[in-house]
């Protein structure tokens, strides 16, 4: 038997040693500082670029009118730290080495045009001029002065802007060698072993994204709910799923207090029927449930229990 068992072990090395080079090959080669500084920093760039075209006006005056046409300004965290550390082919980076890759890729994902058309407009103005007049009585003539309307002309400049995304994670295509472009789908589809670097960067426009935690939202994480556990609430839209809104999330929980307070009603009611001590509707879940626990015998809920 001791025998079999290390055949056993030794035949699994290999497969052990390949699944561990894997893990190492496809994890960032960065500390998590290191990691989420280099978001921070993406994150602030793009936030002083939104400053500049809600604000161009102030940013850049001199013109008569401003036309600023723009994308949305976001990107995938994940695609940023993947093409460090491809840029460097695995090597362990850090910030000094990261801020160039930032700043050329930045440039690579956002362009910024800027036309300026001149236009030949008129208005009017009240112009002042002088000239002669001859006295009536006397028939001398003498000079005046006098006010009058004309239409001048004069230059309107036009300043029209545009911001265009060219999306961040399709500018390795024309950025990357064949070999490289390799290491950046690795660290993409093992996101570098390191999730939730996005916590700092739910900023897409002017929509704050939270992470809706449901073991939070139900109150279960203070009984250590195994079914809700650390599950993620998020939402459908078309073929994509995406974070809940700030708004989202706090109509979510408003509701799911509303649903609480007739769970915990009903609990109470179906405990209550058990014959067990006296229980109140105002008790926590976490309360009526242990206390569902010392039931024993408990049965496999059916469609119509209401136990769980």
């Not at 609430?233 to 509701?255: C, F, W």
């Amino acid at each position: 038997m001791l025998l079999l068992i290390m055949g056993a072990v030794q035949s699994c090395t290999p497969l052990a040693q390949s699944v561990l080079e894997s893990v190492v090959i496809g994890t960032y080669p960065a500390t998590e500082d290191d990691v989420r500084a280099a978001e921070r920093a993406y994150l602030a760039k793009e936030q002083e670029l939104k400053y500049e075209m809600d604000h161009y006006k102030d940013v850049h005056p001199g013109y008569d009118e401003y036309h600023v046409e723009q994308d949305e300004i976001w990107h995938n965290p994940y695609v940023l730290i993947a093409i460090i550390s491809a840029y460097y082919d695995g090597q362990e980076w850090d910030m000094d080495k990261a801020m160039p890759v930032i700043e050329k890729y930045f440039k690579l994902q956002y362009r910024v045009t800027e036309e300026v058309t001149t236009e030949i407009r008129y208005r009017t103005e009240t112009q002042s001029g002088t000239r002669w007049v001859t006295d009536p009585d006397t028939g001398q003539q003498k000079l005046e002065s006098y006010m009058y309307e004309e239409d001048v002309p004069y230059e309107y400049t036009i300043c029209n802007v545009t911001l265009e995304n060219y999306d961040l994670s399709h500018t390795p295509v024309i950025s990357m060698s064949h070999h490289t472009m390799g290491m950046y789908a690795l660290y993409m589809a093992t996101h570098g072993n390191m999730e939730g670097i996005d916590e700092e960067a739910k900023l897409k426009g002017d929509v704050h994204f939270v992470n809706c935690i449901a073991s939070y939202l139900y109150e279960s994480h203070e009984h250590g709910d195994v079914i809700i556990g650390n599950a993620m609430i998020v939402k459908a839209e078309e073929d994509s799923l995406r974070l809940l809104t700030e708004s989202e999330a706090i109509d979510l929980a408003r509701d799911m207090s509303k649903i609480r307070k007739v769970s915990i009603h009903e609990m109470t009611e179906f405990l209550s029927n058990k014959q067990m001590a006296e229980v109140k509707p105002e008790r926590s879940i976490s309360a009526i449930l242990r206390m569902g626990a010392e039931i024993g015998n408990r049965q496999p809920c059916g469609p119509d229990d209401r136990e769980r």
